[in-house]
């Protein structure tokens, strides 16, 4: 059985006029504090698909930023976090378990409570903390743009450098539909599961329809820095990591396009990186798409479809759809 369709919103973009780990950070708290979407409708706090969001200050730097869902049973939380200062100890999640500065993390708590600090083993008092992941790092080049996307129960943020094709970004919160009832093995107490799919800092964006390796986004690399995805095991604290299983042939645009010129939208499917390797779950409203450039918009009259995300800044090539729920 299918958990609610989600409605992916996206958020105005942010244009940054500093290169430093606090001014994406700002630009990432700019974008999920807007009054509008990007279509110029209006955006209302805490209500369909906008999350609340809040800010740490150390001194006058904006180092962490973290949203509550506007809907959910388990009290999750969102935080995305970094700061130029040195030998801080937040909770890293394995394999990225050395802190680098300077440097993007995101991370997901279920069931928590009170925000207390990003550097610290439990930054929401209680609950489970999923532990941090790399996103992005200065050293990968000069961002230009922030690009984020919400919905109900999950959100998602890109960070487009001014180099041609570099795109670093995650996505957290409850990503996976596991279709299934069983609340006891496949899924938490909600029928949901709530992760992190993050694209690392060891190379940009990689999206690879033709292919379910290691190295691309929605699968899992097991070097520190690298792309990875994982959900929580349900009903605990501890990570499963996890890898798409859903591949195309070499033909992406026209295995996408039906023969009338209709597109055609495919489910993500994802499968357990250590055996058994059983399916996990269904990624909620992102969708395999035919080739296209990040940014564009899918329309059907007056009817916006979806976001593309892609990993090509100028050029036509593998990309995702993040849909609004509109058929």
């Known amino acids: 059985m299918s958990l609610p369709v989600l409605n992916w919103k996206a958020l105005p973009l942010v244009t940054l006029t500093g290169s430093t780990i606090d001014a994406v950070i700002k630009g990432i708290y700019d974008a999920f504090t807007s009054s509008v979407y990007i279509d110029g409708s209006p955006r209302v706090t805490g209500s369909a698909s906008a999350w609340t969001f809040a800010q740490e200050l150390s001194g006058s730097t904006i180092e962490a930023v973290w949203g509550i869902a506007p809907t959910g049973s388990l009290n999750q939380r969102v935080i995305l976090a970094g700061s130029s200062r040195l030998s801080l100890t937040p909770q890293l999640a394995s394999p990225d378990i050395t802190y680098a500065a300077n440097t993007l993390y995101t991370s997901v708590a279920k069931n928590a409570s009170t925000f207390t600090t990003w550097n610290g083993v439990v930054p929401f008092s209680s609950g489970s903390f999923f532990g941090y992941w790399k996103t992005w790092v200065t050293s990968t080049g000069t ?9 109900q129960e999950a959100i998602a943020v890109f960070i487009q450098n001014t180099t041609a094709n570099t795109v670093y970004g995650s996505i957290a919160g409850a990503i996976l539909d596991p279709e299934s009832t069983d609340v006891a093995i496949d899924s938490e107490t909600d029928n949901r599961l709530y992760g992190i799919v993050t694209t690392g800092i060891n190379s940009a964006m990689n999206i690879g329809h ?3 390796g290691t ?13 990875h995805m994982g959900v929580f095991t349900p009903a605990t604290g501890s990570i499963k990591t996890i890898t798409k299983n859903t591949t195309l042939g070499l033909i992406d645009i026209e295995e996408l396009t039906s023969r009338s010129g209709r597109l055609i939208k495919m489910p993500i499917t994802a499968k357990y990186v250590v055996a058994p390797l059983n399916f996990t779950g269904r990624l909620r409203e992102i969708w395999m798409f035919r080739d296209a450039i990040i940014g564009n918009t899918v329309t059907n009259g007056a009817t916006v479809n979806g976001y593309i995300i892609g990993n090509n800044t100028s050029t036509a090539a593998d990309c995702v759809l993040f849909s609004t729920g509109s058929t």
């Open 210 to 212: 033709a292919s379910a």
């Open 143 to 151: 961002p230009q743009i922030v690009r984020c996307l919400e919905s």
């Open 215 to 227: 190295t691309l986004m929605f699968s899992h690399g097991t070097s520190t820095g690298a792309n």
